[in-house]
């Protein structure tokens, strides 16, 4: 904001986008037979003035148990 103070509805509506991002990336993961997401990260980016981007990232990998010793 201008004054320096946090604008609590920007700040769920990013936090919002964030867990939509997340969901995503699982579903994406799970459709690819993944288990697991290693290496998470989200980016954003505003496009123009007035929209923000938000993108979670990760490698999706197929996690097993360890062998018993």
């Given at each position: 904001s201008i004054?320096?103070?946090e604008i609590k509805e920007y700040t769920?509506?990013?936090e919002e986008a964030r867990r939509h991002a997340v969901d995503r990336m699982v579903q994406?993961?799970?459709?690819?037979g993944a288990n697991?997401?290693?290496m998470?990260?989200?980016d954003s980016s505003e496009i123009g003035n007035t929209?923000?981007?938000?993108v979670a990232y990760g490698t999706a990998v197929v996690l097993e148990p360890a062998p018993a010793a």
């Open positions: 004054v320096g103070g769920e509506l990013l994406n993961a799970t459709a690819m697991g997401i290693i998470m990260r989200f929209m923000s981007e938000i």
